[in-house]
């Protein structure tokens, strides 16, 4: 089975930066889409980010220009750097990856991001 795991949330101050991980145990098929998406407190699950193994990258409109998702295949990892944070990023995000022939989904734990103003 293939395990996600977070790392790298934390307490910011707005306008400065983190960057989150999401590392895949075990081997990710080299046709997937990795998904980040954040949840705050009595809110919906909104979708930030996405990148295929084409490369490809999607962003909200909250996040755009602001945040970029990559990829490093030799690490099994995707990331979330974030940048220029505000307020309004505070929430838990979760990674997703899709992957396989049926295909499946796997999430990742999630990680806390708090930005202070």
């Known amino acids: 089975q293939v395990l996600l795991v977070e790392s790298g949330g934390g307490l910011v101050q707005a306008g400065g930066s983190l960057r989150l991980s999401c590392a895949a145990s075990?081997?990710?098929?080299?046709?997937?889409?990795m998904t980040w998406y954040r949840q705050a407190p009595g809110k919906e699950r909104e979708l930030v980010a996405t990148?295929?193994?084409?490369?490809?990258?999607n962003y909200a409109i909250s996040v755009k220009g602001r945040f970029t998702v990559s990829r490093d295949n030799a690490k099994n990892t995707w990331y979330l750097q974030m940048n220029n944070l505000v307020p309004e990023d505070t929430a838990v995000y979760y990674c997703?990856?899709?992957?396989?022939?049926?295909?499946?989904?796997?999430w990742g734990q999630g990680t806390q991001v708090t930005v202070s103003s």
């Open positions: 997703k990856i899709r992957a396989g022939l049926l295909p499946t989904d796997y």
């Open positions: 075990g081997s990710i098929l080299s046709l997937n889409t």
């Open positions: 990148i295929t193994s084409f490369g490809h990258t």
